[in-house]
């Protein structure tokens, strides 16, 4: 369905067009208040990367997490729901937040820069899994941790239609790769633990994944 840089750009045309629904699309804050964000032990005056940020919606936890002297990071493709982001940012004053405008795998990140990394509802609609990844593999510092919560888009059980059906939405729309993100993760990480999420994950829809791995 194309090559990298193509689906890269249909991915980058997709979620601007949606950037005028953020608030709908948003379940970041609250997925990230149910798994719980001390997963990734952070403290104050640490640094922490975003992963597809979109709006931002994660970024006052975060913020919360580090302190007035930490950092947060959100990298986003869609310079649209960067604007979205920027709003936040000044509405709520979050002034530890930096954002950078790129496709996660290609990303400029400080190897070894962050003391964790989170990444919800993000890699399930990236073009290259194992390239974003392996990005944030190379900016986190070592024995530091990436969380993520996101759909899983592994066709199986009772939901397997409607997973497949919004497998091949992200293909088609948003120049996904929709891989197994367990596997991939395995793949790049030292350790990998698969969480049992409270919030909707045997549901008939939308199954979920979620899981710490540690670089």
Same mark, same amino acid.
């Given at each position: ?14 979620? #601007?067009?949606? %950037? %005028? ?56 493709? %869609? ?44 890699? %399930?609609?990236?073009? #290259?899994? #194992? ?85």
């Amino acid at each position: 369905m194309g090559g990298h840089d193509e689906r890269v750009e249909r991915g980058r045309r997709y979620w #601007d067009n949606l %950037s %005028s629904f953020a608030p709908a699309l948003e379940r970041t804050a609250s997925a990230l208040d149910t798994v719980g964000l001390d997963r990734l032990g952070l403290g104050a005056g640490q640094s922490v990367l975003d992963v597809g940020c979109g709006a931002g919606a994660a970024f006052p936890a975060l913020c919360d997490a580090v302190g007035p002297d930490g950092r947060v990071v959100g990298v986003d493709l %869609s310079g649209a729901m960067l604007d979205r982001a920027r709003e936040r940012v000044a509405e709520h004053r979050l002034w530890q937040v930096e954002l950078v405008h790129a496709e996660i795998s290609g990303a400029e990140l400080e190897p070894g820069g962050f003391d964790g990394a989170v990444a919800v509802f993000a890699l %399930s609609a990236v073009a #290259d899994v #194992d390239g974003a990844l392996r990005t944030v593999r190379r900016a986190l510092r070592p024995g530091c941790r990436l969380l993520v919560v996101d759909l899983d888009l592994v066709p199986r059980g009772p939901a397997a239609p409607l997973t497949w059906a919004t497998r091949q939405l992200y293909r088609r729309r948003a120049g996904a790769a929709t891989d197994d993100l367990a596997a991939a993760a395995r793949a790049v990480f030292d350790a990998v633990e698969i969480l049992d999420l409270p919030l909707g994950a045997g549901s008939r829809w939308a199954p979920l994944v979620g899981l710490v791995a540690t670089a």
